[in-house]
């Protein structure tokens, strides 16, 4: 049996911001949207950290609750887009502590 392939560093960093821009959306704590997808809060901070291989079944219910399609949660940001988040203290400080683990 072939060991499983891990997913890039880039899919997981870029599915984690997205994670947290939609959240921050929908004004929903990593608590609202871990009860409303019938996970924990720690599943929901171990995505938006860039620790979790997501599987397809689990996306498609993050998409759902997060009011987005799968491919907004993958999707790359261009190169001048600005998040809804930026400026607000709270995001900066959960990205960069994503960032320090990531690294």
């Not at 599943?43 to 498609?60: D, F, H, P, Q, S």
């Not at 399609?69 to 995001?91: C, F, H, M, T």
Request: positive net charge; contains cysteine.
């Amino acid at each position: 049996m072939k060991p499983h392939r891990q997913p890039s560093s880039e899919i997981l960093e870029r599915l984690a911001h997205n994670t947290i821009m939609h959240r921050f959306r929908r004004k929903l704590t990593q608590k609202k949207l871990a009860m409303r997808c019938g996970w924990t809060p720690e599943y929901i901070n171990r995505v938006e950290l860039g620790l979790v291989n997501i599987t397809l079944a689990r996306l498609e219910i993050l998409a759902f609750f997060l009011f987005c399609s799968e491919a907004d949660l993958l999707r790359q940001r261009k190169p001048n887009e600005r998040y809804i988040a930026e400026g607000r203290d709270d995001v900066i400080d959960l990205l960069a502590r994503r960032n320090r683990l990531s690294a």
